[in-house]
């Protein structure tokens, strides 16, 4: 698996793989800010939510990087690694969001949000990462070679996506002062609808395959680094993964598009953690729950807890700022560092 790639060698000193990984990062960091642009424009043409295309488009595009990963580690023995990616990428996706939040907005990004289809996939995205902590705790059982929990949180995922999607046409309420929300041009974009699904597509394929790269010196960084699977898996790897989704988080935001920003860090949560029946099944060494521990778990819940402040933050919609962001952004990347020392410590 190390090695894979001709530029990424266990020999080869740190800072080159260091550039190696830098070079991937600006590839998947471009590609991912023309998907946004594209997939926009698609929904205008299309007349597709904001919130639809964020979570089932840039979503599941974006999460491609971590399937690349969830081959890779966990057919070589490393299931840590792969597992320790999808879940440090759940935790990463929502700080990510902060952080722009802080960069771009200027109003407080839960003020200008509201819509119900957001609320249900937050709220489901939660139950999804309760469900992953719980299975860690208990362990798994196999049938037919793969676990019994790893199949339930993948077809629970799916349904979850599924309800997530179709909330918006059957949600009974609405919050009464969304007009007071920055508006957003809708003017219909002259490029022809084939051409951006050719871009899309493109873009999908410079993100699928700098996102494999990224993995493979990621792991070759964690070997000649002495961290161990678990903090690289979070930390290194699942940063890196998440390239595509800060691109394409700071482009919606710019655009105004709040409920596909949103939509597209939940979306791609609901993907990353279906992938966890694909992690089990290229693992040969049986559940790949029972191959996890405490950090697991604990890394489980501190996804579910920052998305949590953010869904206060869609209730309350409150424009408070400090230092350009809302305080539950700031909450978010706080409860972030110290969850991080966290698990540093569990290491």
């Not at 998305?307 to 909450?331: H, K, P, T």
């Amino acid at each position: 698996m190390i090695g894979a790639l001709p530029l990424i060698s266990p020999d080869a000193p740190v800072w080159l793989n260091g550039l190696a990984f830098v070079a991937a990062a600006a590839a998947v960091w471009i590609a991912g800010t023309r998907l946004t642009h594209a997939l926009d424009a698609i929904a205008k043409k299309t007349g597709l939510g904001e919130a639809f295309v964020g979570m089932l488009l840039l979503g599941g595009i974006t999460s491609l990087p971590e399937v690349a990963n969830v081959v890779a580690a966990s057919s070589g023995g490393a299931p840590q690694l792969a597992v320790n990616n999808l879940l440090g990428s759940a935790a990463i996706n929502v700080v990510l969001l902060a952080l722009v939040d802080a960069v771009v907005g200027r109003d407080a990004l839960t003020s200008v949000v509201a819509k119900p289809a957001t609320l249900m996939m937050a709220a489901l995205c939660m139950l999804v990462l309760a469900f992953v902590a719980a299975a860690v705790l208990v362990g798994d059982t196999a049938i037919a070679g793969v676990g019994v929990w790893s199949v339930s949180i993948c077809v629970f995922s799916i349904f979850a996506f599924g309800l997530s999607a179709g909330y918006g046409r059957r949600a009974p309420w609405t919050v009464k002062d969304h007009e007071g929300s920055p508006a957003s041009s809708d003017e219909t974009p002259r490029t022809g609808l084939r051409r951006l699904i050719v871009t899309a597509a493109a873009c999908a394929a410079v993100i699928f395959a700098a996102g494999y790269a990224l993995s493979e010196i990621g792991e070759t960084l964690a070997d000649q680094t002495g961290l161990g699977d678990g903090l690289v898996g979070f930390l290194l790897i699942g940063t890196a993964t998440s390239m595509p989704e800060l691109s394409s988080i700071r482009a919606a935001l710019g655009l105004r598009r709040y409920e596909m920003a949103f939509g597209q860090v939940l979306g791609t949560n609901f993907v990353n953690l279906s992938l966890i029946l694909l992690a089990d099944a290229v693992f040969a060494g049986g559940p790949v729950f029972n191959a996890l521990g405490a950090f697991e778990a604990v890394l489980a819940l501190l996804g579910l807890i920052l998305i949590g402040v953010f869904q206060v933050g869609l209730l309350e919609r409150r424009n408070s700022v400090l230092l350009r962001a809302g305080y539950d952004s700031l909450v978010v990347m706080i409860l972030f560092v110290g969850g991080a020392a966290l698990l540093f410590g569990m290491r």
